[in-house]
């Protein structure tokens, strides 16, 4: 099994800053990507960004030159730096790990969820 564990949501003023961050634990062989997705009210779950084993990455166009993703590779952590959060960031953000187990069985684990909410 795996556990997905978040850390790092909270209230934040527009204009502010937070760390989310996420480590993954269990038999876990390979990481292929880690990445954060969210989901506000209504609407459906969306990538906000996710970064790949040899570190390339992707980022939604809303969140391009505020949000930085990173991991430590070592620790099966992904952490997401958000600067200058807006009110239409407020979600609740979900860590990503695609994987394989230690027994070659494939992975695709979501976390709890972390409430971000922007608002002053």
């Known amino acids: 099994q795996v556990q997905l564990v978040e850390s790092g949501g909270g209230l934040v003023q527009p204009g502010g800053s937070l760390r989310l961050s996420c480590a993954a634990s269990?038999?876990?062989?390979?990481?292929?990507?880690m990445g954060w997705y969210r989901q506000s009210p209504g609407k459906e779950r969306e990538l906000v960004a996710r970064?790949?084993?040899?570190?390339?990455?992707n980022y939604a166009d809303s969140v391009k030159g505020r949000f930085t993703i990173s991991r430590d590779n070592a620790k099966k952590t992904v952490y997401l730096q958000m600067n200058n959060l807006k009110p239409e960031d407020t979600a609740v953000y979900y860590c990503?790990?695609?994987?394989?187990?230690?027994?070659?069985?494939?992975?695709?684990?979501w976390g709890q969820g972390t409430q971000v909410t922007v608002s002053a």
């Open positions: 269990g038999s876990i062989a390979r990481v292929y990507f």
């Open positions: 970064i790949s084993s040899n570190d390339n990455t």
């Open positions: 990503n790990i695609q994987a394989t187990m230690t027994w070659g069985q494939s992975l695709d684990s």
